[in-house]
């Protein structure tokens, strides 16, 4: 869709009805005082309260600016997000999670950033108001996947970002059906940046996200971006086929000028159920692989819409 506005603002919405309007409180006016013209898409990503019916209310509030797409059932955030995409009309795109833990008075700081020539910029959550151990995994998932992808973000977590149209374009025509959008913007981008930004506690209601959702998600990025995986689990089936071959060897040589024997075989047990794990621990990785394979290959719609409000 040609660009049309100046600023497009992509919120993705599930189970949120009593944040909503605490976002409308706070967005709004942040965008009207940028004073140029501007739209606010939110996808409800089939959310199980009353998010649809708050979303109704604030479109007749505002339906000169303000854009809903209503999924089906929920697909998830990562394609709620590319629906957006896949609609905005802005040269310059901002993506904002609806639990105001990123602050939207931080909009214009990025926009300035815009302007100033970046094609992405990535908010980074300065101080974090989240539990230990959320801040311990994104720690150590920044790390890996920073040695693993060479996709250098201090904070893949937070949803305040800004992008220029031509990223937008590039990331909804790779169509990739499991995408991971922060690191798809930092490998098309040719001047990206990061600035820190406020992050405050949750608005209302409770997180959407476990400790299994974030090691899918970061699943997801890594055998999207690599072959580092499959690659180390390679070389170490290597290192251990030599050892095990040299094991033999001895064991032979002894069996030969010793004599049998009953010792080690303990050892030997320990030997086999470490063969045992590194053989179940390649396997999935490969099938992680592989599950990309056939997501790709099936070519499923990674949304469908059930209705969209929009002013004609």
Request: charged share 25%.
């Amino acid at each position: 869709m040609p660009a049309t506005l100046y600023l497009s603002v992509v919120i993705p919405v599930y189970n949120e009805e009593k944040s909503l309007p605490l976002m409308y409180e706070r967005l709004f006016p942040v965008l009207d005082g940028i004073g140029k013209p501007y739209e606010v898409i939110f996808v409800n990503d089939g959310s199980r309260d009353r998010s649809q019916t708050v979303l109704e209310e604030l479109f007749h509030k505002r339906p000169d600016v303000i854009r809903v797409v209503q999924f089906m059932r929920n697909y998830g955030q990562h394609p709620a997000i590319i629906a957006g995409f896949e609609r905005v009309r802005g040269e310059v795109t901002v993506t904002l999670d609806c639990d105001l833990q990123n602050p939207p008075e931080d909009i214009p700081r990025l926009l300035q950033e815009i302007e100033d020539g970046h094609d992405v910029v990535h908010g980074c959550r300065a101080e974090r108001q989240d539990v230990a151990w959320r801040k311990a995994v994104s720690r150590l998932a920044n790390i890996i996947r920073e040695r693993i992808t060479h996709i250098r973000l201090r904070d893949q977590g937070s949803m305040l970002r800004a992008y220029r149209r031509e990223i937008i374009d590039q990331i909804v025509a790779s169509d990739e059906a499991t995408p991971f959008i922060p690191a798809q913007a930092q490998y098309f981008a040719s001047n990206p940046a990061e600035i820190d930004v406020g992050h405050e506690e949750r608005a209302a209601g409770v997180s959407n996200y476990n400790v299994y959702r974030l090691i899918r998600l970061n699943f997801d990025l890594v055998t999207s971006f690599s072959l580092v995986p499959l690659q180390l689990f390679t070389i170490a089936g290597m290192l251990l086929s030599a050892a095990s071959l040299l094991l033999v060897v001895y064991m032979m040589l002894r069996r030969i000028f010793i004599g049998p024997e009953a010792e080690g075989i303990f050892t030997l047990f320990a030997i086999l159920f470490l063969l045992v794990s590194v053989t179940m621990t390649g396997l999935g990785i490969v099938g992680e692989y592989v599950g990309r394979i056939y997501s790709e290959v099936r070519r499923r719609p990674r949304y469908t819409v059930k209705r969209v409000l929009e002013k004609l």
